[in-house]
């Protein structure tokens, strides 16, 4: 081989070696980036039920109560953490061990939006995309939204990985702009129509048909759930987003019962979740559940509860929950501390490997 043929095929294997150094770091980073994010949110739960359970001036209370003997036996007792673990047993006694709860105002861990309306499209608007748009966001109404939320930044990094949403509200398609993003959306009444269906989705699409919900734009949490479940049997998604909504109706509605049991019921449908998630290969010590809440309600005078808003005292008062994969266990946060809504989004961009937000700040959850 002559000297000239010797150079260039040096010249070779280094160029070769060198892209396939470049090649095979990337393809770890992605194989390495194995994290499932879950962000789940209850629409309006207030954090005074949260962490101390039923409220002792709404249990008993008629205007709010049909049964009240009945709704004492199923969730009074006689201090806070007994009265908590009767409304959200899967929080109270799995989760904080698996991770970190901020917002026991009683203990000075607050939790805080920061727009300024306190009602849904807002503060989902804020939960996210991370920021506030108190400018151009000024009602529920169903108007595409005109910023980018973490589950389209999603998709737009990872076009191998499966992102959807699931909402009870039927506004989300437009809180997330299926139509620009892309995101796979299944909100309010809409059927399944992930062709082709699975028998639970053929089936779900005839009952919700079959049952009427109490509401215009809001269907029953269970269908939210049970094809959110389906789903993610079917497509593994990497990302997914479950907005439970009965909570809010229900307390608009002025029906502490059923807000109560609805609290409950969405606890155990979390733990539903999370338990498929502990048995399946995919998901299993990969993944990371975020909840939070969208607004906080009133407190005083009493038939505030029912009620959020800029003029309504406490609707600015919400509450997080952080458990699973790379989360220490902290439990109940009780140092004096404060974050804002507006943060979840820059840890779960963190989370999933996602560009920051310049200027966003990231909650300080301590991590494994
Ligand atoms: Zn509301």
């Known amino acids: 081989m002559n000297k000239f043929f010797a150079q260039l095929s040096l010249k070779k294997f280094i160029l070769t070696t060198a892209l396939f150094l470049i090649v095979s770091s990337s393809l770890s980073q992605e194989t390495k980036n194995n994290q499932k994010v879950f962000l789940i949110t209850l629409d309006?739960?207030?954090?005074?039920?949260?962490?101390?359970?039923?409220?002792?001036?709404?249990?008993?209370?008629?205007?709010?109560?049909?049964?009240?003997?009945?709704?004492?036996?199923?969730?009074?007792?006689?201090?806070?953490?007994?009265?908590?673990?009767?409304?959200?047993p899967f929080i109270w006694t799995e989760a904080i061990l698996k991770g970190q709860i901020f917002g026991n105002r009683k203990l000075g861990s607050n939790v805080n939006i920061t727009n300024r309306r306190r009602f849904s499209y807002p503060g989902y608007n804020e939960i996210l995309t991370g920021s506030k748009d108190d400018e151009r966001i000024t009602s529920n109404a169903k108007k595409n939204n005109l910023n980018k939320t973490i589950l389209e930044e999603f998709k737009e990094k990872n076009n191998n990985k499966k992102?959807?949403?699931?909402?009870?509200?039927?506004?989300?398609?437009?809180?997330?702009?299926?139509?620009?993003?892309?995101?796979?959306?299944?909100?309010?009444?809409?059927?399944?129509?992930?062709f082709p269906l699975t028998q639970e989705e053929e089936l779900?699409?005839?009952?919700?048909?079959?049952?009427?919900?109490?509401?215009?734009?809001?269907?029953?949490?269970?269908?939210?759930?049970?094809?959110?479940?389906?789903?993610?049997?079917?497509?593994?998604?990497?990302?997914?987003y479950i907005a439970y909504g009965e909570t809010d109706d229900f307390a608009?509605?002025?029906?502490?019962?059923?807000?109560?049991?609805?609290?409950?019921?969405?606890?155990?449908?979390?733990?539903?979740?999370?338990?498929?998630?502990?048995?399946?290969q995919y998901y299993k010590d990969n993944t990371t559940f975020?909840?939070?809440?969208?607004?906080?309600?009133?407190?005083?005078?009493?038939?505030t509860w029912r009620s959020?808003?800029?003029?309504?005292?406490?609707?600015?008062?919400?509450?997080?929950i952080v458990f699973g994969k790379g989360i220490k266990t902290k439990g109940e946060i009780n140092e004096k501390s404060q974050i804002?809504?507006?943060?979840?989004?820059?840890?779960?961009?963190k989370a999933l490997g996602l560009k920051q937000k310049e200027g966003n700040q990231v909650i300080p959850i301590d991590l494994n």
């Open 163 to 194: 992102v959807a949403a699931f909402s009870s509200w039927d506004v989300f398609d437009y809180i997330i702009n299926e139509e620009r993003s892309g995101v796979y959306t299944n909100s309010g009444f809409e059927p399944s129509t992930d």
């Open 252 to 280: 608009h509605n002025g029906e502490y019962d059923s807000y109560l049991r609805s609290a409950k019921n969405t606890d155990q449908l979390i733990a539903e979740l999370w338990n498929y998630t502990q048995n399946s």
């Open 290 to 303: 975020y909840i939070t809440t969208d607004h906080g309600r009133g407190t005083i005078p009493i038939d």
């Open 44 to 88: 309006g739960l207030r954090w005074q039920e949260l962490f101390t359970g039923a409220d002792s001036l709404l249990i008993k209370n008629k205007t709010y109560v049909k049964q009240p003997r009945q709704l004492n036996n199923e969730f009074w007792r006689d201090n806070h953490k007994k009265r908590r673990e009767a409304l959200m």
């Open 204 to 240: 779900l699409n005839q009952m919700q048909q079959q049952i009427p919900s109490p509401w215009g734009s809001v269907r029953f949490d269970s269908f939210t759930h049970n094809y959110a479940l389906t789903y993610i049997k079917k497509h593994e998604p990497d990302f997914i």
């Open 340 to 349: 804002f809504t507006n943060q979840i989004a820059s840890n779960i961009r």
């Open 308 to 320: 959020h808003g800029a003029n309504i005292e406490g609707s600015d008062e919400t509450w997080f």
